[in-house]
Nanobody, 123 residues
Framework: VQLQASGGGLVQAGGSLRLSCAAS????????AGWFRQAPGKEREFLAA????????HYANSVKGRFTISRDNAKNTVYLQMNSLKPEDTAVYYC?????????????????WGKGTQVTVSS
C-alpha cells in the first residue's frame, strides 16, 4: 500500500482546507482508512476514520463537527475536509491505512502511513 497525502498549506484561522490521500497498491476498497496529525513536540494523534465502504465514520472529540472524512473508491482517494480551522490545528497531517481493527484508533493500529502534508493555521 502506498499513500500520498496532499492539500496542505497556510490558512488563516476560521478558514478551510481539504486534504486528499491517494492510495495505490492493495485494493483500496478492501480496507478502512483514517487521518492522524502530529504537532511539533507532540505525539501523533488520531483525527478521523472511515470504513471501507464509507458507511461509518468516527472522529476525535477535538475535530468533531469541524472536520469531515470521506472517500471516493472509484478514485482510490480519502479526503479530510477541515473547516473552522484554529491555530492549534497546525501540524503535519498523515493519512493511514489499513486500520487493522475498527475501534482501535491508535498509532499501533495502522498498517501503513502516507507521507505527511503540512497544515499551518495563522491567527
Amino acid at each position: 500500500v502506498q499513500l500520498q497525502a496532499s492539500g496542505g498549506g497556510l490558512v488563516q484561522a476560521g478558514g478551510s482546507l481539504r486534504l486528499s490521500c491517494a492510495a495505490s497498491g492493495r485494493t483500496f476498497t478492501t480496507y478502512n482508512a483514517g487521518w492522524f496529525r502530529q504537532a511539533p513536540g507532540k505525539e501523533r494523534e488520531f483525527l478521523a476514520a472511515i470504513t471501507w465502504n464509507g458507511a461509518i465514520t468516527h472522529y476525535a472529540n477535538s475535530v468533531k463537527g469541524r472536520f469531515t472524512i470521506s472517500r471516493d473508491n472509484a478514485k482510490n482517494t480519502v479526503y479530510l475536509q477541515m473547516n473552522s480551522l484554529k491555530p492549534e490545528d497546525t501540524a503535519v497531517y498523515y493519512c493511514a491505512g489499513p486500520l487493522l481493527r475498527w475501534g482501535v484508533f491508535e498509532n499501533h493500529g495502522v498498517e501503513y502511513w502516507g507521507k505527511g502534508t503540512q497544515v499551518t493555521v495563522s491567527s
